[in-house]
């Protein structure tokens, strides 16, 4: 009889690739998740570094971008099977910002949604109107009986407890309460928070700044999600960040953040 299996699955922010190439590289060997959305690739699509991460042994698919932006889902020992790129709702959108594909049996939408600062201004209102494109399009895959998970850089600050200092935010668009009711809006869908699932009210942060040694301190924001539906949250096993990563020379200002999950065997 088959047995189920454990998967791992993880979002990190490299903060551009061809930097921190050697960083995605040595977590990778060290903690072997089997699904990754990465995001600020900041390279264009024929400079992403498909033969070192098949070396290392991931099938990847991207969507990148010269300077800006730019996202990644990668495969351990699997190639990921492409269902979308780009967020629909606005074809004028040059922005790559999110990208979808089946891997190991699972949905997998990886999304880097936008930073929105400063506020007041256009960019704060494509930040809003992505997130409402984005509602729509994931009330299509939250009850889906495949598992499914949103996850990547959400740039969204749910609660205080997600801030090292609340009020030093309080003008920055990651905490604005009309960001903070569009994710409300998105969870309230049937969509599960795995990280806060798991972790309760405890303190847990997935980013930290360059300035006065945030990262050493602790000082940090939870920033990075994973999104669960129904069919996969039921299995949710576990769920952490590797902050070890960020407190590497020269790292990204974001760490890993990861889930285990039991998957069923295929039928």
Do not use: C
Request: hydrophobic share 45%; net charge neutral; charged share 25%.
């Amino acid at each position: 009889m088959a047995r189920s299996k454990t998967l791992k699955l993880a979002t990190f922010n490299v903060n551009g690739i061809a930097t921190r190439l050697p960083h995605l590289l040595a977590w990778l060997e060290k903690e072997q998740p089997d699904i990754v959305a990465l995001q600020e690739l900041k390279t264009v699509d024929a400079a992403f570094p498909v033969a070192e991460l098949e070396a290392a042994g991931y099938g990847a698919i991207w969507h990148g971008q010269k300077s800006w932006n730019g996202v990644a889902l990668l495969a351990r020992d699997a190639v990921p099977v492409e269902s979308r790129r780009g967020l629909p709702g606005d074809a004028n959108d040059g922005q790559s910002r999110y990208i979808e594909a089946a891997i190991h049996g699972i949905v997998v939408a990886g999304l880097y949604l936008p930073n929105g600062n400063p506020r007041p201004g256009p960019k704060f209102d494509y930040k809003l109107a992505w997130m409402e494109r984005l509602i729509r399009h994931a009330s299509t895959l939250v009850d889906l009986p495949h598992p499914t998970v949103l996850l990547g850089d959400f740039n969204v600050i749910p609660r205080d407890i997600d801030v090292y200092d609340p009020k030093a935010w309080r003008k920055d668009a990651l905490i604005q309460p009309e960001v903070r009711a569009a994710f409300e809006r998105l969870l309230a869908q049937g969509w599960t928070d795995a990280l806060r699932q798991v972790a309760g009210d405890e303190v847990i942060y997935t980013f930290w700044d360059y300035f006065r040694q945030h990262a050493e301190r602790d000082r940090g924001l939870r920033i990075d999600h994973l999104l669960l539906n129904p069919a996969l949250a039921k299995n949710l096993k576990d769920a952490g960040v590797d902050r070890w990563v960020r407190l590497q020379p020269k790292a990204s200002d974001h760490a890993p953040t990861w889930i285990t999950v039991r998957v069923p065997p295929a039928a």
